[in-house]
Nanobody, 125 residues
Framework: QVQLVESGGGSVQVGGSLRLSCAASGEMLSDSRMAWFRQVPGEEREGIAVIDSDGTKNYRYSVNGRFTISQENSNRTLFLQMNSLKPEDTAMYYC???????????????????WGQGTQVTVSS
């Protein structure tokens, strides 16, 4: 079992920055990717940033160039640096892992076994 705990969410004005953290504990899969998803009430959870086990990073087009995903502490802490925030970035943000399938599974929420409880990000104008 893997436990994930997100932190760092909050309220910020348009153009501001936040840094989300995700602390992982338990038996991590060495070949598993880690990812950040977000969800707005009434909509599907969407993947926004993924880092594969080989370090490859991928971003959703809407956050590319503004968000940066990274890892530290032997890949047990996942970060999401969010800059130039927009109102449409308002959502609950989730950390996920437990996905060792090929590239086509990167953005599929149902392919991730473990999820954190989420941290709310609110961007106001």
């Amino acid at each position: 079992q893997v436990q994930l705990v997100e932190s760092g969410g909050g309220s910020v004005q348009v153009g501001g920055s936040l840094r989300l953290s995700c602390a992982a504990s338990g038996e991590m899969l060495s070949d598993s990717r880690m990812a950040w998803f977000r969800q707005v009430p009434g909509e599907e959870r969407e993947g926004i940033a993924v880092i594969d086990s080989d370090g490859t990073k991928n971003y959703r087009y809407s956050v590319n160039g503004r968000f940066t995903i990274s890892q530290e502490n032997s890949n047990r802490t996942l970060f999401l640096q969010m800059n130039s925030l927009k109102p449409e970035d308002t959502a609950m943000y989730y950390c996920a892992t437990g996905n060792s399938k090929p590239w086509w599974a990167r953005w599929r929420a149902d392919e991730y076994m473990y999820w954190g409880q989420g941290t709310q990000v609110t961007v106001s104008s």
